[in-house]
């Protein structure tokens, strides 16, 4: 097997091994593969027979995001499936028992030793019932529950004292995600506040304590002479003290640029801070929290606008690490496939939106003042993919649908130009791929884009519920989408509020992706101004269930 290896943020939560670590940290810093990943190991390794709990948000995530990328790394580290462990099936005979085995091991990966490791998706009711856990891993923290985890997940925590008391890892807790952009979702960043600096320094100082004096065992035993029986007492204490430490340690990170700052440089901190919005600074290089902007754009979206919806008699059927071709609109609840979809898009030389929804005769609030858009799913293609990979992309994913209608909403904006696709209008190319994909197209035109002080107020008012919609967003199907829509700003110019684009053209950098800019909103806006000003009540009002 080839060396593996950590970076210095992985070691550090590693080495420190808190009883409740919580680490806060963007894309690609390995926080699955190199840091959930050894937790997990060490847990099920050291304390054999024992019950775990890996806490997702949504089902569809862990399915697609947590488990897949457990295994990954854990076959990158020689444990193979079916000797090492198994998952969503009775272990062999051959495997360890577990101190208490679960009813049923659909949602469970069994260890060779006989520990378990149960996948609790709190849009799945009744995930955490009656289950004894000694620790609990929960990723992608900024879209858990905190409320349903405190009622129904962290007292499970309680794990099997008479076995593993002497662990100081027993009933540890990580948790895992970047920063929230809610304060719904901030509910782990007050675990800041909990941790002692002084212990975790003392902490380390004893890790290199123990290796200082291990190395000076090896010198003597390399020099093949007698280990004093002192060395051997101060090991012990020092593996006493550390694990006394450890078991009521808190160790909270953020990392952010400024940790990489004697790599980075201050002249690169300078220059984001020139080139990037102050909100992308805030969150993308100094790890702050935000929220949704109570002054932005979308001012009137709450947390109670976003929604769970995932189809679990369908995602039962995939397995743990199922093809990604099979992960489309059947795993959601919350499309109707006998109804058209609604569309609105945006096009742009650098990036090109579809954002998809179906308005519904449901009463979305309960005076009855708005029926739902639900806004099922969003697409965009970024550079060299233009609007026919856009289309696509889209007839791909909802090619179990069975109503092949798209209403296409359009403004002036689609005629007469393209810069992103041919030769000919943005309009032409958009009916004709779906004509190609073999969609019918029902084609609505809006007429000159809406102003943005009259648009602002539209949809502000209907998210208050003042209008004859309420829109309503797929969490796991809009991860971008929410974010650009919550953190969208506003200046007051001449002629009222304007929605400020001005991020729009500069480059993409890793601080500062296009899908979180202003372009998927304005996608956002045409389906919303099209449904609810232009509605194909022939086509799209329908019933549904199961949104949650």
């Known amino acids: 097997m080839a060396d593996i290896y950590f970076n210095k943020p992985q070691l550090l939560t590693q080495l420190i091994g808190a009883q409740t670590t919580v680490i806060v940290a963007g894309r690609r810093t390995g926080k699955t593969d190199s840091i959930a990943s050894p937790f997990v190991l060490r847990n099920v390794q050291r304390m054999a027979g024992s019950t775990g709990g890996i806490v997702v948000p949504t089902f569809k995530h862990g399915l697609t995001n947590t488990i897949p990328g457990l295994l990954a790394a854990w076959k990158r580290w020689g444990f193979k499936e079916g000797i090492h462990y198994v998952v969503g099936k009775k272990p062999p005979k051959s495997f360890g028992k577990a101190i208490i085995e679960p009813a049923e091991y659909e949602h469970v990966i069994s260890f060779y030793n006989g520990s378990r490791a149960i996948i609790i998706s709190q849009d799945r009711p009744g995930s955490s019932n009656s289950l004894t856990l000694s620790w609990l891993l929960i990723d992608e923290a900024k879209f858990i529950d905190y409320e349903k985890l ?110 990489n700052l004697q790599l980075l440089g201050e002249n ?141 909403y359009y403004d002036t904006t689609a005629l007469g130009s393209n810069y992103a696709v041919n030769e000919q209008d943005f309009h032409w190319v958009v009916c004709n791929e779906f004509d190609r994909h073999g969609w019918r197209v029902i084609d609505v035109y809006l007429g000159n884009p809406m102003k943005h002080d009259e648009k602002y107020l539209l949809i502000n008012q209907a998210f208050a519920g003042k209008q004859s919609l309420m829109p309503f967003f797929n969490r796991q199907n809009n991860d971008d989408l929410i974010l650009a829509i919550q953190t969208a700003g506003v200046y007051n110019g001449r002629n009222g509020f304007h929605k400020d684009k001005g991020g729009e053209k500069n480059p993409e950098t890793e601080e500062d992706l296009l899908e979180h800019r202003t372009d998927g909103t304005d996608a956002f806006d045409t389906l919303f101004i099209g449904c609810e000003k232009f509605p194909q009540d022939e086509f799209t009002q329908f019933n549904f269930s199961g949104v949650s």
């Open 150 to 259: 405190k009622d129904e997940t962290l007292p499970a925590n309680g794990g099997i004292k008479t076995y593993f008391g002497k662990h100081s890892f027993n009933h540890s807790i990580m948790i895992l995600s970047d920063m929230p952009t809610t304060k719904k979702g901030s509910w782990f960043l007050q675990y800041k506040s909990k941790m002692n600096n002084e212990l975790i320094e003392t902490i380390k100082a004893t890790i290199y304590e123990i290796w200082r004096t291990k190395q000076r065992v090896r010198e003597l035993r390399k020099k093949q002479q007698q280990v004093p029986d002192y060395l051997k007492t101060r090991l012990r204490t020092l593996d006493r003290h550390l694990n006394q430490m450890r078991s009521v340690a808190v160790y909270y990170k953020e990392y952010s640029s400024i940790e």
């Open 268 to 408: 690169y901190i300078r220059q984001m801070k020139r080139d990037l919005t102050p909100l992308t600074f805030r969150t993308s290089i100094l790890c702050q929290p935000v929220g949704i902007s109570k002054d932005g754009f979308y001012s009137s979206m709450r947390e109670g606008h976003k929604y769970n919806a995932s189809d679990f008699e369908y995602l039962d059927t995939l397995g743990w690490n199922p093809d990604p071709s099979a992960l489309d609109s059947r795993a959601d609840k919350d499309i109707n496939p006998d109804a058209p979809i609604c569309v609105g898009m945006d096009y742009n030389a650098n990036i090109n939106w579809i954002v998809a929804g179906q308005p519904t005769a449901q009463k979305a609030t309960p005076n009855g003042s708005a029926h739902r858009l639900n806004v099922v799913k969003s697409f965009y293609t970024k550079f060299e993919e233009k609007i026919p990979a856009l289309i696509r992309n889209f007839c791909t994913y909802y090619k179990h649908h069975r109503n092949k209608t798209v209403v296409y």
